[in-house]
């Protein structure tokens, strides 16, 4: 074995230099594509066409050409004489594409996560266009994503995101639903019982980190109706991606297995995993099977076997052994014996097997700074047969580090958002400029682009942005391309919506910094005296952006588009104020000086009822809806009650003691008024306590007591939320900006060449 796998690595990399030249991988990734008939995946499209513009869709037509260009994906859009609209492309995926550009660039429409905006001109416009899109792969999905975005969804809402999926040319997308349905089967192949699987599972809003070896058990056990559900919908979602041409990307075995393999397989070589962000022996260390054991090709092949023939196969399969979880040795010909023996697992059920790697382990563990062993894992396997996420290529791209992983192709990712958290934040300059740059550097093996969040439903606009990079052979004008996506989302063309958009441009959304992104904002995290507090634009940009924002109501209020983004604007002005705010409190903490930590209290706790009033507004920001959710997917009111705790627990302290406390916190209507301001108010009266009777602050002593009268409780508390806004957005925004931009409660501004904030 050992000799084998310096011969494979030595092969590999002999032929690095020929395979990199122009990335082309058709010897081993030519056989990676749609499997629905040209008529299928036409009839596809003409339905999603049907579903957006049920009048008008007869002013299109569609056809579906393989050969229409090569290789590559291409949409060719001509308007013929009768007025006719024809939309022929390579695939499904690619006719969807090229009807979204042209709803896009000829009748400036808009379809986003949050709105549509569809209003056709009454005669459509001409067109003769053609355009190839650059890359094999436009990929979507973190492997996160399914848990806290997509965990209660239903078909009806699965359906409308693949239709969003394919109008933005995504062609290779995680589907990973039902997948512990198939493993019960395997696991009960290799003798566990029903106690052994159900000590294992966790609940549906945790399965993620169950997949990745993270935690067992927490939030769980999965019921047969869970089950039965989960088969249902991923039957709908891979047929429908099928249909449109998609690749989906099904789970292959990794090597985390439940305790109970110890017990049965006491002479297997497994280790114990480490307790991953301090969970408790109770939830956490399942066990990491050796790949080069007999017993993990044994597992792997079954558990594939079952899963190809319960859903079919499209050849490409995510298996992410290390995410988190650090190999026991760093001994070079180990690691590429792991390689091939998870691979080998692969191709024994499906010979033509392609590895979905996410790249996050190589940025996110030391381990994985010695180079050498990243080429040994990688180069274990056959050049091509294996294909790298770089996870988050906009902050912290691994494919120049790693010698454009040493021959592997790569996808250059977006990963963005961590947690599925609130906070505008995006980084035009680079997601304009570095696709680019890394498809043309020399020898380069990216063969794709991809966008990786952990959650969706924020931020859409770097988003759409992103997804250009698919076609984009040169950067876009960004301050031309932020009016005209003001022109697209609110439906014509406003000065002051467009000054809005050009501020958020050049500050909010241009970070091009190292420091890591993860909700850091006052009013989310659970109160302390050391809330590291930091941002990267003017606080005068933001609130000049949101006031010319608000002067365009008059003219586009009544866009639904407009109103959220309105919310959202207020609510990172009314979260901005809370960081100075906080600081001003903190720093008369500090200097025992009463009077002034009373006022910037008072002041502070203010911002809670104006955040719940801003947020109540639009339907995109209540936690009803979450909620209400979850308990749909129930088949019963016992497991409702599950569903929900998992519900509430993922968004506040994620874990039974707070383990992950606040990461996916929400800035929703329901979570402001009761979790964000109550343990705000607990913590500043503490604080008002020790200063008043001169005692010492005691952290313990005030995080125990929030999590015992607000945290804990709140996740077991069963008050319902609405589920349907109330208030006049435009109204309470005005109302919200006439006081905060008042003599009264405007007392900072911020000193961008500094990052500090100033009293004026």
Not at 235 to 252: E, H, M, N
Not at 423 to 434: E, K, L
């Amino acid at each position: 074995m050992k000799h084998l796998a310096y011969l494979v690595i030595a092969i590999n990399l002999i032929n690095i230099s020929s395979t990199n030249a122009g990335a082309d991988f058709s010897s081993t990734l030519g056989h990676i594509k749609p499997k629905g008939s040209s008529e299928t995946q036409a009839d596809a499209v003409r339905e999603l066409i049907q579903r957006l513009l049920p009048d008008q869709a007869t002013l299109f037509s569609i056809t579906v050409e393989p050969n229409l260009n090569g290789a590559k994906d291409t949409f060719h859009i001509e308007k013929t004489s009768d007025n006719i609209v024809q939309i022929s492309a390579t695939t499904g995926v690619a006719a969807a594409a090229g009807f979204n550009y042209y709803l896009k660039y000829f009748c400036n429409c808009h379809v986003s996560w949050e709105a549509s905006q569809l209003n056709l001109p009454e005669e459509l416009p001409d067109v003769n266009i053609t355009v190839t899109l650059n890359d094999k792969f436009r990929y979507y999905q973190n492997v996160c994503t399914t848990s806290y975005s997509f965990v209660w969804w239903d078909w009806t809402q699965w359906e409308k995101h693949i239709d969003w999926m394919v109008l933005n040319g995504f062609n290779l997308v995680l589907a990973f639903n039902g997948q512990e349905a198939i493993w019960e089967r395997v696991y009960k192949k290799f003798d566990l019982t029903d106690d052994d699987i159900n000590e294992h599972f966790t609940g549906p809003a945790f399965l993620s980190w169950l997949r990745m070896g993270n935690i067992r058990g927490w939030g769980g056990p999965l019921s047969p109706a869970w089950h039965q559900r989960s088969l249902t919908l991923q039957k709908q979602i891979l047929q429908r991606l099928r249909d449109f041409g998609v690749i989906p990307v099904l789970p292959a075995f990794a090597g985390h297995l439940p305790r109970a393999f110890k017990r049965l397989y006491p002479d297997a070589n497994m280790v114990e995993i480490g307790s991953w962000n301090n969970f408790n022996s109770t939830y956490c260390c399942p066990y990491f099977l050796d790949p080069t054991e007999d017993l993990f090709n044994q597992i792997g092949s079954t558990f594939l076997s079952e899963l190809i023939a319960e859903f079919g196969t499209d050849h490409v399969y995510n298996c992410d052994s290390f995410n988190e979880n650090t190999p026991s040795t760093g001994d070079l010909t180990y690691l590429a014996n792991v390689g091939q023996a998870i691979y080998k697992a692969m191709t024994d059920s499906d010979p033509d097997a392609i590895w979905l790697l996410q790249g996050w382990m190589f940025y996110f563990d030391t381990y994985w700074n010695d180079t050498e062993r990243v080429k040994s894992l990688l180069t274990s396997i056959p050049l091509g047969k294996m294909i790298v996420l770089d996870l988050q290529s906009e902050q912290w791209p691994q494919y120049d580090r790693l010698k454009e992983y040493f021959g592997q192709p790569f996808i250059w990712c977006m990963l963005h958002d961590f947690g599925g958290t609130l906070g505008m934040f995006g980084s035009s300059t680079i997601v304009n400029d570095s696709p680019i740059k890394a498809r043309n550097m020399e020898n380069s093996t990216m063969i794709g682009t991809g966008l990786t969040p952990e959650g969706i439903n924020q931020n859409y606009v770097i988003y759409e942005l992103m997804t250009e990079s698919a076609w984009r052979e040169t950067p876009a004008n960004l301050t031309t391309w932020f009016d005209d996506y003001s022109m697209r989302r609110y439906g014509l063309s406003d000065e002051n919506a467009k000054q809005a958009w050009r501020i958020l441009q050049g500050s909010v959304y241009d970070y091009q910094g190292l420091t890591k992104m993860r909700g850091k904002y006052a009013v989310t995290k659970s109160p302390s005296l050391k809330i590291s507090i930091w941002t990267w634009y003017s606080t005068n940009d933001l609130l000049n952006s949101w006031t010319s924002l608000l002067e365009a109501a008059d003219n586009i209020g009544n866009n639904s588009g407009y109103l959220h983004d309105l919310v959202d604007i207020t609510r990172q002005v009314l979260q901005v104020n809370g960081d100075l705010y906080y600081k001003e409190i903190i720093k008369a903490f500090q200097n025992k000086d009463i009077e002034n930590f009373e006022n910037n209290s008072k002041t502070f706790l203010e911002i809670f009822p104006d955040l719940e009033a801003i947020l109540s507004t639009n339907r995109d920001f209540l936690l009803g809806p979450w909620l209400e959710s979850a308990k749909s997917a129930a088949n019963d009111s016992t497991e409702a009650k599950q569903f929900e705790y998992n519900a509430r627990n993922q968004i506040t302290l994620w874990g039974p003691r707070g383990e992950i406390l606040d990461y996916a916190n929400k800035q929703w209507a329901g979570v402001v008024s009761n979790f964000f301001a109550p343990r705000w108010q607990l913590f500043i009266n503490y604080m008002n306590e020790t200063l008043l009777n001169g005692e010492a602050f005691n952290q313990t002593f005030i995080s125990d007591k929030m999590f015992r009268e607000v945290e804990e409780p709140f996740t077991f508390d069963r008050s319902e939320f609405p589920v349907e806004p109330f208030g006049d957005t435009v109204e309470v925004a005005r109302e919200i900006h006439k006081k905060w931009l008042s003599d009264d409660y405007r007392k900072f501004k911020f000193v961008a060449r500094h990052k500090k904030y100033k009293i004026v």
